[in-house]
Each structure stands twice: as C-alpha cells, then as structure tokens.
T-cell receptor, first 116, second 114 residues
Framework: AQSVAQPEDQVNVAEGNPLTVKCTYSVSGNPYLFWYVQYPNRGLQFLLKYITGDNLVKGSYGFEAEFNKSQTSFHLKKPSALVSDSALYFCAVRVFYYNQGGKLIFGQGTELSVKP | NAGVTQTPKFRVLKTGQSMTLLCAQDMNHEYMYWYRQDPGMGLRLIHYSVGEGTTAKGEVPDGYNVSRLKKQNFLLGLESAAPSQTSVYFC?????????????FGPGTRLTVL
C-alpha cells in the first residue's frame, strides 16, 4: 500500500538549534513529495516539494528537505530554529490511480515545539 | 487574490441536521478537494473534482455529498450529521493533478456535531 509515515508525534527543539522533522514513504514508481505547515487555527501552507533533480530542496521560511531514495525518506530540516516555527508539519506524497489523476496522501503530522 | 476561502469558519450541529460547506477559489484551478482533519490521522480525502460538473469519491466519502456546478465553487454537504463527523474540514485546489502541482488550502471549517 502507498503510504507516508511521520514517526514522531512531537519534536522539541531549543531556539537557535538545528531541527529535523522526519518523513518516510512507500510508493510504487517515482515519489513526488511535499511538506506543508499548519499554524494554530489556520489552513495548511505549502513549504516545499521534491519532484526530480537535486536531492536537497529549498523552500519557504529557511526550510529545506533532503530526499534519500535508498532510505525512502524526505526529512525536513532547518539550520537554526525560531520560536515562530512552532507548528504542525505534514509530509505528503502524490499517488496516481488509473483514470483518477494524482492525489495526495498525508502523514499523521508532527508537532514542532521550539522553546526560547 | 483571495486564494481559497471557506464558509462558515465554525458550526455546531445536532445529530440528524444537515448543512452545506462552501469552498471558493479565484485561481482558475481545475481540481478541487475536500479533506477532513482528525487528531493523529493527518488529512483524509473525502471527495474531489477534476473539473466543473464532475465529482469523485476519495478515501472517506460515506455520509457526504458534493457538487461542482461552477468551476470556482465546490460544495460539501452533510445530509444527516453524525457525531463521527465532528472534525475540521479543509478545501484545497490545484491547477492540475500533475506530478509537481501544488495543492493550496483554505483556512478550514471547524464542525461539531452534538
């Protein structure tokens, strides 16, 4: 079955330290991967995506993600965390079904908490 | 350019009542989607539409109906609400469903069914 997993429900980081939010995937064929962020009581905002090419993808707000095909992972990273980065982060993969186009499958989300 | 908007923002229903959630997008996107978000379960696709006049079932369609009479609007209906439908509902849209295409989300509707 095609799926996305975020193995950590919560990640706690001190401000100024690097952060990593983990994501692994299982798809048939080439993966098309996305990261979204959700601030409290808000909708999801697009951060970045991997389609093809360079394994290191840069996105909004200083975030980047590293695609690792051998480990089937797409971890989200930031060199120096800010308190304002505290939010819920979702990893998603696009899957394709015959005659239905491409749909997103989301992980369960990881709550990132950055303390001053 | 408002992007994706949803109305209402909050709603409380009693079991058995009906309601319609409205989603509107001003980006001329072909594809529109309805998701529900429940704690620890991420977002799950309820229904989607690949263009005006078309709809299709997603992962969790039971208890919901949808309509896309105009390209810019996508309506989600609950005919007889149940407590299990208490959730946050998000609408999204995308230009296509191609590999790299990004879905853009609305702010959500928080629904409570008593």
């Amino acid at each position: 079955a095609q799926s996305v997993a975020q193995p950590e429900d919560q990640v706690n980081v001190a401000e100024g330290n690097p952060l990593t939010v983990k994501c692994t995937y299982s798809v048939s064929g080439n993966p098309y991967l996305f990261w979204y962020v959700q601030y409290p009581n808000r909708g999801l905002q697009f951060l970045l995506k991997y389609i093809t090419g360079d394994n290191l993808v840069k996105g909004s707000y200083g975030f980047e993600a590293e695609f690792n095909k051998s480990q089937t992972s797409f971890h989200l990273k930031k060199p120096s965390a800010l308190v304002s980065d505290s939010a819920l982060y979702f990893c998603a993969v696009r899957v394709f079904y015959y005659n239905q186009g491409g749909k997103l499958i989301f992980g369960q989300g990881t709550e990132l908490s950055v303390k001053p | 350019n408002a992007g994706v908007t949803q109305t209402p923002k909050f709603r409380v229903l009693k079991t058995g009542q009906s309601m319609t959630l409205l989603c509107a997008q001003d980006m001329n996107h072909e594809y529109m989607y309805w998701y529900r978000q429940d704690p620890g379960m991420g977002l799950r696709l309820i229904h989607y539409s690949v263009g005006e006049g078309t709809t299709a079932k997603g992962e969790v369609p039971d208890g919901y109906n949808v309509s896309r009479l105009k390209k810019q609007n996508f309506l989600l209906g609950l005919e007889s609400a149940a407590p299990s439908q208490t959730s946050v509902y998000f609408c999204a849209s995308s230009l296509t469903s191609g590999r790299g295409d990004t879905q853009y989300f609305g702010p959500g509707t928080r629904l409570t069914v008593l």
